[in-house]
């Protein structure tokens, strides 16, 4: 098997080969409704920045509700120093550039953003190493990070979607994997904790922190409803239905995957959500290959080796008809911008009728009764069946 | 918008235009691992159909218990005879045309064979006129279609899938959207009733049949554990989930959905359920545009018409670890054949942890809670979460 080029999209092959009506065909087939361009300002940074936007259409203009149009911007990036320097260069390293990112994302107009999963640090969970990297933990809402972005989203008026690696002081000095939202003011007005922890491949970030205890919070914003799901959490459909039925409009999926692990099924989890929950998903994933200081083994019986593979970026976003953006770059830093319309969450319940016929009493018996038995499953056969029915 | 070309798939698009190399990566990127084909004896009938066989792979040898491996058939067509012939001539020309099928799928080893959603009738319900087509509506037991397939299982040593229009004679002569198991020796062994009925564009199903009342049943057949989705079905994530639950290796998701009402979304939810289960998915489509003799309006402001919509098959599996087969045509007939290591199922399980991680005692705590709430959303701020977490 040759390496993937990541220099290319699945986009930039397709539009590169593919006649024009069959292009659109198979953008039909592979994103949905065709999506206009966002007029963004030029991008006169250092950093080679892959910068995209659209607007997501798709809405009807309802006559006693006016629309309720707000624009959603996702960074994605790259670590910038070594793992090697000071942890201290590391950080201001990242929040330089990613400062940078977010006062472009000002000018394009971004009223709400999301960033990567544990942004500001790399993500140094595959080395299972406490030291140096537990170090990188910081408190929801004094640490150097949050103060940060909390000074930016007051500056620019936007609320700031920001996960970090906390570290809980007032509880035992626990660690968690949380995302912090801060309103357009710079308050925080709250905090979400992973619910889902992997152990898979190379990620051991059970090694560091355990399964988030903050429940499906949803966050009235000043645009709009948001939750975040973190990163592995999108694999979990009963997590995204949660965010869903406690009012979530726009839910983020801030993520670090690899290439190796995940790529062919990165289009598909977020996208399933957005249709099943009819709101929108943002989907994130950091960018490159980072590499550290001691080898490291993958359970998998390769030899050992110093990085935890290709970090593919694609960041893309999904409305709750199901249509999506193309995928940000899958070997840069990127920032995308999308324009929505949150009345199109309502509208699609209507439309497709998913809420409404979700039959969620008879889940919540049934979860309950498998939780409580610890599972006698229903396998029958069509007698037992009959008597069940007509006991109903 | 220019009309589909629905004589070209998606794959047929790639494959024409991409380079050898570039094909590879999209391939993956959309399909996950590339598949091996199967050898299958030539079709020898009058009617086009598209044969497709695959080896789905991805498992590993285990040292302690063997290989179990199935070979799984699904049929997608189109009807013979016009909606304006009598009924039982149409139901005739179904039963023989499928009947041939089936023979040719036990030629291919088909061990278990699963039809589309009431394959044995056109798609009325788009007209919500009840007569005729109420009458198409049959016993589950014995039904001349159950028969029929009953007489085919026990001839082939196949276990069979028939999906019907159900009527409950003992029970009030209710209709069902049902999907009727016959084990190898052609005995029926069960049923299971549509879950999730839909109201959206022309899916007037609700005007038939209600919500069913079997629950989520898994059926222990001669080859593996089988559940059915019945169609509008995949859409909920939660009826995926219990089918799972239940122990779920083999999920099949007869359906009958046209183009323009989901076929962007038809890659989307069958693939991510076999991903979040860790279980083969099926899809099943049917074929073709079905022309009804009085002319009815969908509810979209466009005039009266006298058609459903085109029906664009693209039947396809999916493995557990969310690797998909290419789909069938979407104008013609077609049978695929996949082989599968039903091990891999529990292999996935190990890999991704989705079940271990899946906290189910937390969402039957959240749902229970929201459904007898009635919903108070958890939408909360900061010093709510914090008094929360100390309680637990």
């Not at 990188?136 to 936007?158: C, K, W, Y």
Request: with cysteine; charged share 25%; glycine share 6%.
């Amino acid at each position: 098997m040759s390496k993937p080029n990541f220099e290319q999209t699945l986009e930039d092959i397709l539009e590169k080969n593919l006649p024009q009506e069959e292009l659109a065909e198979v953008k039909r087939l592979l994103y949905g409704r065709e999506l206009d361009f966002l007029f963004l300002p030029k991008w006169n940074g250092n950093q080679d920045l892959d910068v995209q936007g659209y607007d997501m259409g798709g809405s009807i203009t309802e006559e006693l509700r006016p629309p309720r149009i707000v624009r959603v911007g996702l960074i994605q990036h790259s670590i910038v120093l070594p793992t090697t320097e000071p942890l201290k260069k590391q950080r201001n390293a990242l929040h330089l550039k990613i400062q940078k990112y977010v006062d472009y994302a000002a000018t394009c107009g971004v009223n709400l953003l999301c960033l990567q999963e544990a942004w500001a640090m790399p993500f140094a969970f595959c080395t299972r190493e406490k030291y140096p990297w537990c170090e990188f933990a910081e408190d929801a809402e004094n640490g150097p990070t949050v103060i940060l972005m909390s000074e930016l989203a007051q500056r620019h008026g936007m609320v700031i979607i920001c996960p970090i690696l906390e570290r809980d002081s007032a509880n035992g000095d626990t660690l968690w994997n949380t995302s912090v939202v801060i309103e357009k003011d710079g308050t925080v007005i709250g905090k979400h904790r992973k619910n889902h922890i992997p152990r898979v491949g190379d990620f051991n970030e059970s090694t560091y922190y355990m399964e988030g205890n903050t429940g499906h919070p949803v966050f009235e914003t000043s645009f709009g409803r948001v939750a975040i799901n973190i990163c592995y959490g999108r694999h979990h459909p009963q997590n995204w239905m949660m965010f869903g039925l406690n009012g979530a409009e726009i839910v983020f999926n801030p993520s670090a995957t690899t290439s190796h692990t995940s790529e062919p099924l990165w289009s598909i989890e977020a996208r399933n959500a957005a249709i099943a929950n009819s709101y929108y998903t943002c989907a994130i994933n950091r960018v490159g290959t980072e590499q550290f200081p001691n080898e490291f083994t993958s359970g998998d019986g390769a030899p050992a080796h110093h990085d935890f593979g290709h970090f593919y970026g694609s960041s893309y976003i999904t409305a709750p008809d199901g249509t999506r953006t193309p995928g940000l770059s899958r070997s840069k830093d990127g920032l995308l911008v999308c324009e929505l319309d949150l009345n199109l969450c309502r509208q699609m319940k209507d439309f497709w009728c998913l809420r409404m016929t979700q039959r969620l009493d008879l889940y919540a018996r049934e979860l309950n009764e498998y939780v409580q038995n610890n599972l006698i499953p229903q396998q029958k056969h069509m007698k037992q069946q009959e008597k069940d029915s007509k006991k109903q």
